[in-house]
């Protein structure tokens, strides 16, 4: 269970201190959930949130009874994270180091590394490209190495941010079928609603708040109604 009691965020500004993600409380217990907003709504701001990325400025964070400030090291090996642009998590120079990269803590003898990366590589049918540089893949193959790196630690939960946003239809196909497929428990963000309408549940976020939590078809007809609502305006401010 990944629980939110309170959980706020704020950043300092030019006009001081912003609240870019209102107290929140939340108990995401769901195998599949999605969260979609408009730009700035504060999507990753909450997404961050779960892995301890970002620390709450008030309030609590836990992931299976883990607090995210607490005990951080702990919850970033439960959850993984995909960022939006692979290129921002492909560290080695290869493939195959990249993966084994991920396995270091796992398999401490390199030759045992190798072969348990070739092994991720495999299951992921991207073994034939183990000892390609990281900068010659495609933008689709670039993020089936990060998805592969970060599912290699074995983690409960997967938050991915926009994973398929830079991708062409068929790649953002081929990656949001992987990620539903996955056996781990899967947080999205995404602009995709087709994707996000895949969920067990879907939360809309608006102006730094979580604006309806429900089931993905309604959500989504409420975020359409939002984003079509005329004249809006887009800066939020204050609680
Ligand atoms: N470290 C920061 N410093 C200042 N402002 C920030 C910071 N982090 C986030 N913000 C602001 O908080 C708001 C929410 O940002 P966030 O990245 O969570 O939005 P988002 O919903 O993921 O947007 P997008 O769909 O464009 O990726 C934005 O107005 C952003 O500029």
Do not use: C, W
């Not at 073994?127 to 970060?150: E, M």
Request: hydrophobic share 45%; aromatic share 2%; glycine share 10%.
């Amino acid at each position: 269970m990944i629980s939110l009691r309170g959980a706020s965020v704020v950043v300092p500004g030019a006009a001081g201190e912003a609240t870019v993600l209102h107290p929140t409380t939340l108990d995401l217990g769901e195998a599949r959930v999605s969260i979609v907003g408009g730009n700035g709504s504060g999507k990753s701001t909450l997404a961050r949130l779960l892995n301890g990325l970002i620390e709450p400025a008030a309030g609590s964070v836990s992931v299976d009874g883990l607090d995210t400030a607490r005990d951080g090291a702990a919850v970033r090996r439960r959850v993984g994270f995909v960022f939006t642009d692979p290129g921002a998590q492909l560290i080695m120079p290869t493939v195959i180091e990249d993966v084994a990269l991920s396995l270091r803590r796992a398999h401490r003898g390199k030759r045992e590394r190798l072969a348990a990366a070739g092994a991720v590589l495999d299951r992921f049918g991207i073994a034939a490209l183990a000892d390609r540089s990281v900068h010659a893949l495609s933008g689709g193959q670039k993020q089936l190495l990060a998805i592969a790196s970060v599912l290699a630690t074995d983690p409960s939960v997967l938050v991915a941010d926009e994973p398929t946003t830079l991708l062409d239809l068929r790649n953002s196909r081929l990656i949001g079928d992987l990620l539903f497929s996955i056996p781990q428990r899967l947080v999205l963000v995404t602009h995709d609603l087709e994707l996000a309408a895949r969920a067990d549940r879907t939360l809309v976020v608006d102006g730094g708040r979580v604006v309806f939590d429900g089931e993905p078809d309604a959500a989504i007809a409420h975020y359409r109604a939002l984003a079509e609502a005329p004249a809006r305006a887009t800066e939020h401010e204050g609680p």
